[in-house]
């Protein structure tokens, strides 16, 4: 292996947690800075990797010794981070979702074109394993074209802790921008083709959480495909149930759990006082807590998924794809996971290292983006929409 990539992170906030456990134990990422706009998370930064944390992008960019900027900052501010890095001649790790508006991710990729640097977009999930290897499967022929995809996935997103923008669609809160880019990405992956026209309806039921928290959608691809997706994130029915209580990063599920969101949620009396738990919980507060090194004994997922081919039927789970064929029902078993979120790495180490094209490029993530806005205009209007949309 060559050097390691030298990883500068904007965005102390949950998505750096999430990838943390990742940044220490794989040897071709070695972390060196940081900036966020927190004091105590610039001093945990700091104390934990003997390297200097910055108030702004700007500082970080500017740092020689920064190969790759990994933007984990809130959904506002990756457009403007993103030129910031790539006008410093950094490769840029973006988090999902790529932006809020197209005219965004457009600008993105032009600085990144004209600076000759990678952009990358995730983690998203379809990144995962068990969805690479279904489609991997699906690409060996034996079962002809898809025809037909259904994804579903019930949580508790709506009741964890939020910062009040994350609760206005118009400002990226609500489960759009920050689940239907998973699933959405994956539904993407496994149709293999793209998608031209969605009929959505959304669903905002809780007044004192007033953006979306649940979707449903039709989506049809070239080539004829079709895919409904469903999400709720209500915490209600937890379809974690139906990947044999395997959560979403892999690690087993307690289900005597349920309802400890809403019970969480129920005991704080404001807005700003939910807003201050979050960042208590958040690297470098008080109530922080680091994520368990060890890694999962499944791989990540982001709920149910059933692809129909012409000859077969396949259900992706956390440790295994299930063929459901003409002649046979066969469970290919998948290894356990090196690392949590190792696929990332996989991509982002070989699209800066070695020069390969990612395939979650900015072009990739675009398109994820493109859809989303579709969900929300649809149900406005209530109407199919047509894709490409119009700026």
């Not at 025809?147 to 009040?164: E, S």
């Not at 049809?220 to 495909?225: E, L, M, P, Q, S």
């Not at 309802?259 to 919980?281: C, D, F, M, N, Y």
């Not at 800066?352 to 649809?378: K, N, Q, Y």
Request: aromatic letters at 8%.
């Amino acid at each position: 292996m060559s050097a390691p990539l030298r990883l500068g992170v904007a965005g102390l906030g949950r998505a750096f947690s999430l990838m943390l456990p990742t940044f220490v134990q794989d040897q071709r990422i070695r972390l060196v800075a940081a900036c966020d706009p927190r004091e105590a998370a610039r001093a945990q930064f700091q104390a934990d990797f003997d390297a200097p944390a910055f108030e702004s992008i700007e500082q970080l960019a500017a740092r020689p010794d920064v190969d790759v900027i990994y933007i984990a900052s809130p959904h506002q501010f990756h457009a403007e981070q993103t030129r910031v890095a790539a006008r410093c001649g950094k490769h840029v790790l973006v988090e999902k979702p790529m932006a809020l508006a197209l005219a965004d991710c457009d600008a993105m990729i032009a600085a990144c074109q004209e600076a000759g640097v990678k952009l990358i977009v995730g983690h998203c999930h379809s990144f995962d394993a068990p969805y690479r290897k279904l489609r991997a499967i699906v690409d060996e022929g034996h079962y002809g074209a898809v025809r037909m995809i259904h994804a579903l996935n019930y949580t508790d997103f709506l009741y964890r802790p939020r910062r009040p923008e994350e609760l206005v669609t118009q400002e990226g809160g609500g489960v759009v921008f920050s689940q239907a880019a998973h699933q959405v990405d994956i539904v993407r992956l496994l149709a293999g083709a793209p998608v031209n026209r969605v009929r959505a309806a959304t669903g905002a039921w809780d007044a004192k959480r007033p953006t979306e928290g649940a979707y449903a959608l039709l989506m049809w691809f070239d080539g004829g495909a079709f895919a409904s997706l469903t999400y709720s994130g209500y915490g209600h029915f937890d379809s974690d149930e139906w990947c044999d209580w395997s959560g979403e990063m892999g690690a087993p599920k307690n289900s005597a759990d349920y309802g400890a969101a809403r019970r969480r949620l129920a005991s704080i009396p404001s807005a700003a006082q939910e807003a201050r738990l979050k960042a208590a919980g958040t690297y470098g507060g008080a109530a922080y807590v680091a994520a368990h090194h060890a890694n999962p004994p499944r791989h990540q997922h982001f709920g149910p998924v059933i692809v129909s081919c012409e000859h077969a039927d396949f259900r992706a789970m956390p440790d295994a794809v299930w063929v459901y064929a003409d002649d046979r029902r066969e469970r290919i078993v998948l290894p356990a996971p090196p690392l949590p979120r190792y696929e990332v790495i996989d991509e982002l180490y070989a699209a800066v290292a070695d020069g390969a094209a990612p395939l979650h490029d900015g072009a990739w993530a675009r398109s994820t983006l493109e859809v989303c806005l579709a969900i929300l205009r649809s149900a406005r209007e209530g109407r199919d929409v047509t894709l490409p949309l119009l700026r």
